[in-house]
């Protein structure tokens, strides 16, 4: 590809020489799991974040079952979760038996819409889980009320933010606890899968630890049947070193986003992105909308550029969710956009002439559709 959707080789290459030496003292030591890195990482994120505790998991989706867990959640319970985000929020309700109530988004900035939250609540609802999507927070001054007026927790996804702040401070420390994914291409990305819970209370840290390590605190005591979900040392060090650059390298995305406005700007067809007044985008994704997307999509794969679709098909659409009885039609705000969205290169090192190489050919796309659209219809022949 000419320009890349991601470009993972850079991040690594930057912290290299910090990394490796570690790693080799962790390979001649064979400590892997647990230990000081990791006690290191915990503290040093929570730090970051503003809570008072981090609990490091195996992955994002065990981050968000885990805090459903550690707040009541059990089996029959319902929890409130947009339909316009990844399945693994919705897979983390259903692995512990809970019951996930899908709602709408906005129109303007694909976030959980509070009213539609508000209207989902029933006697049988135990959370809601805002997912603060794209890179920018959810509308969390909205949401609380509900969830206190119901007496919901409030379990953050904030698998796409780190580092993203609103009014009311910084996503991830905004609910009782919330649910963070490193994967490699988050905006803070391990080398591998990695997760962690991030909390002001201190019963849900404890439960989190205890039941990511098989129900035990102390080895073969088991207070409950758990999982092994842990975060091991090799990626805490990835994590520790790319954490110090965090700040700094949501700054670029922050500048690339700017830039891929103004290039945009003027560009008929294309929809740029807009942030929440109050709230500082880390632009974990950067996504326009354009009609014949699929069309789109493919002129931009041929002419080099990567992009991609988050997310394709609402979760009420998807297969793995038709036995919810939800229809076609019932969540119209998220489903028109599926078909019109388009997420365009996004990552610390995009150089400003590969975005004018992005903005180029997406011109050309949108521009060749509106000319074939506006070609009179020859009456000896129709116009494909």
């Known amino acids: 590809m000419r320009v890349p959707f991601l470009d993972l080789v850079a991040q690594q290459a930057e ?6 030496p570690t790693w080799q003292a962790q390979f001649i030591s064979a400590a892997f799991v647990g230990g000081a890195e990791v006690a290191a990482f915990e503290r040093e994120y929570a ?6 505790h981090c609990v490091g998991v195996a992955n994002g989706t065990d981050a968000v079952e885990l805090a459903l867990r550690a ?6 319970d319902e929890v409130i979760i947009p339909v316009n985000t990844f399945i693994a929020t919705a897979e983390a309700a259903t692995r512990l038996g809970a019951i996930p109530v899908f709602v709408d988004v906005d129109e303007q900035y694909l976030l ?20 603060h999507l794209y890179g920018q927070t959810a509308p969390m001054e909205a949401l609380i009320p509900i969830a206190n007026r119901h007496g919901l927790a409030m379990v953050e996804d ?16 905004l609910g009782r606890v919330a649910a963070t994914s490193f994967y490699p291409g988050k905006n803070l990305g391990a080398a591998g899968d990695a997760g962690a819970v991030l909390t002001d209370d201190p019963a849900v840290a404890e439960f989190v630890r205890n039941f990511g390590a098989h129900g035990s605190s102390v080895k073969y005591v088991h207070d409950r049947a758990g999982v092994n979900s842990r975060l091991d040392a090799v990626q805490a060090t990835v994590l520790r070193a790319k954490l110090r ?61 990567g992009a991609a679709i988050h997310y394709p098909t609402p979760l009420h659409l998807t297969a793995a969710y038709a036995g919810l009885g939800y229809r076609d039609g019932q969540f119209p705000v998220a489903e028109a956009a599926a ?14 002439i590969q975005q004018s190489e992005v903005a180029d050919a997406l011109q050309g796309s949108v521009t060749s559709a509106t000319t074939v659209e506006s070609r009179p219809v020859l009456a000896d022949r129709a116009v494909s």
Request: charged share 20%; net charge positive; hydrophobic share 45%.
């Open 245 to 305: 650059r965090l700040d700094r390298w949501n700054t670029a995305r922050r500048a690339a986003a700017v830039r891929y406005a103004d290039l945009l700007a003027d560009v008929p067809g294309v929809r740029v992105p807009a942030t929440r007044p109050g709230n500082e985008d880390v632009w974990h994704l950067y996504v326009v909308q354009v009609s014949e997307r699929d069309r789109v999509l493919a002129d931009l794969g041929a002419a080099g550029i």
């Open 47 to 52: 730090a970051y974040i503003g809570t008072k």
């Open 112 to 131: 959980i819409d509070p009213a539609a939250v508000a209207a989902a609540v029933t006697t049988r609802t135990r959370a809601i889980v805002p997912v």
């Open 71 to 76: 707040v009541g959640v059990r089996p029959g």
């Open 339 to 352: 078909r019109r969205i388009l997420s365009l290169p996004m990552y610390p090192h995009l150089t400003a």
């Open 15 to 20: 912290i290299a020489d910090e990394v490796l």
């Open 158 to 173: 904030a698998a796409q933010s780190q580092g993203a702040t609103s009014t009311l401070g910084r996503a991830g420390s």
